[in-house]
């Protein structure tokens, strides 16, 4: 199983990131990406700290780590500038905080991140069918996500994102313990989204591709 999108106490997760990352291993993950919440306030601060929890802790704990960043509540005509500055800085994936329907999220957020050089755009809410083209021409994956509340519209993208065949990813958005899904559970909710199993394996397919060619640097 592989999760790219998790918080740790560097934003608003309740673990040090080498308990999340063992959890993470315990729990039976493969790899994991520390995405915490960053703007340009803090990406210095961030980044530079899971680049070395990633080095120094997947190893002993037998799991594979990326050092990356959720770019989160950015004004849209500085989220480009803001994904260039976190991949300078060290981060590997680079996830956007999507207009979700449970946050005061700014309208077109999802179209200026999706032509940011970003890989993940997370829970995205009621994205517009234009928005979903431009991933899928993109290659900018999708994110179903069974974190509560963020999931309400994981519906919605599954329905636009297979018809404009565009790439989905199913992530935790672990901010706690508990929030570190069996991979039954994960199933059941991409299953429930409208996924089938096929579409499913995709998706995880996809994460295994983002997660190698972070790996790779």
């Not at 994904?83 to 077109?108: D, F, N, Q």
Request: proline share 4%.
């Amino acid at each position: 199983m592989i999760d790219l999108h998790m918080h740790t106490l560097f934003s608003d997760g309740e673990l040090i990131p080498a308990e999340l990352i063992r959890r993470a291993a315990v729990a039976g993950y493969e790899a994991i990406a520390l995405t915490d919440h960053g703007d340009l306030s803090n990406f210095d601060f961030i980044i530079p700290r899971v680049v070395e929890a990633a080095a120094t802790y997947g190893e002993p704990w037998g799991i594979k780590v990326i050092p990356g960043i959720e770019l989160t509540h950015i004004p849209p005509e500085q989220i480009a500038a803001a994904a260039i500055r976190a991949r300078e800085l060290g981060a590997r994936i680079v996830v956007c905080h999507g207009e979700t329907l449970v946050e005061p999220v700014a309208e077109g957020t999802n179209a200026a991140a999706l032509a940011a050089d970003i890989d993940i755009l997370s829970h995205p809410g009621l994205i517009r069918d234009e928005d979903v083209e431009l991933a899928a021409a993109r290659g900018v994956c999708l994110e179903i996500t069974t974190r509560k509340g963020h999931s309400l519209t994981n519906g919605h993208v599954v329905q636009l994102a297979r018809k404009y065949q565009a790439k989905l990813v199913v992530n935790n958005d672990a901010h706690a313990p508990g929030d570190l899904v069996s991979a039954e559970m994960a199933r059941n909710v991409a299953l429930g989204a409208g996924l089938s199993d096929e579409e499913y394996g995709q998706c995880r397919r996809n994460s295994a591709a983002l997660a190698d060619k972070a790996m790779r640097g």
